[in-house]
């Protein structure tokens, strides 16, 4: 049973170019979250997506991030005119919609990292 | 979600016992206390939750106090694979929508040290 799949794992752009970074939940997963981690600091909250839905992006910046979950493929987290501060490391998340108190609430996958030259 | 706050860093002898402790004082009546850790280069890793009984699995056992203020997340015989960022996280299970309100501060570093 897959875990929760990213790519690529590393991605180097030059500030101006444009990031796509793709996450597949675990099957049977129609609830993924972005994260973003910059170093030395704790995971931030970015957008929250269900199946051709954005139910909540609070977290992301308003200007040239955006994200997507189509009804078929992964989810693509997209970030257009790449500056400097935006690398970090990338973190999707997947869970059920329903669950009880199993532990199994959030499974993460292995997290993209950006590096913007 | 209510806030936890946890040490910076901790040490540990390889085959020692860990003992890693979160305040969460703020906790309401129904929100479990969850753990996770963060191994380098890695994605948060889901370790044990628990509600106000003490909880044990092949990773970890929790001690959460009476009061349910605080909690110890226990790793019995700790190994260098253990080294990591150990993330103590109050919150409301059952609801998917409820994971984007999780805060996630800066953890504990742990260095479990051969």
């Not at chain 1, 199993?102 to 993209?112: I, K, N, V």
């Not at chain 2, 806030?3 to 703020?26: F, I, V, Y």
């Not at chain 2, 129904?30 to 990773?59: A, C, D, F």
């Not at chain 2, 019995?76 to 999780?102: E, F, M, Q, S, W």
């Amino acid at each position: 049973n897959a875990g929760v799949m990213q790519n690529p794992r590393h991605l180097v752009r030059r500030r101006g170019q444009e990031a796509r970074l793709r996450c597949s939940p675990m099957k049977g997963h129609s609830h993924v979250y972005w994260y973003r981690q910059l170093p030395e600091e704790g995971l931030k909250f970015m957008v929250y997506l269900q199946k051709e839905n954005i139910i909540d992006e609070s977290g992301m910046p308003k200007e040239r991030f955006s994200a997507e979950f189509p009804k078929e493929g992964p989810s693509i987290l997209r970030i257009q005119q790449v500056v400097r501060g935006d690398s970090a490391a990338y973190f999707c998340a997947s869970s059920p919609r329903h669950f009880g108190t199993a532990g199994g609430e959030l499974f993460f996958g292995e997290g993209s990292r950006l590096t913007v030259l | 979600d209510a806030k936890t706050t946890q040490p910076t860093s901790m040490d540990c002898a390889e085959g020692r016992a860990a003992n890693l402790p979160c305040n969460h004082s703020t906790i309401s009546g129904n929100e479990y206390v969850y753990w996770y850790r963060q191994i380098h280069s890695q994605g948060p890793q889901y370790i044990i939750h628990g509600l106000k009984n003490n909880e044990t699995n092949e990773m970890a056992s929790l001690i959460i106090t009476e009061d349910r203020k605080s909690s110890t997340l226990i790793l019995p015989h700790a190994t260098l694979r253990d080294t990591a960022v150990y993330y103590c996280i109050v919150r409301v299970p059952y609801n998917a929508g409820n994971n984007r309100k999780l805060i996630w501060g800066l953890g504990t570093s742990l260095a479990v040290n051969p």
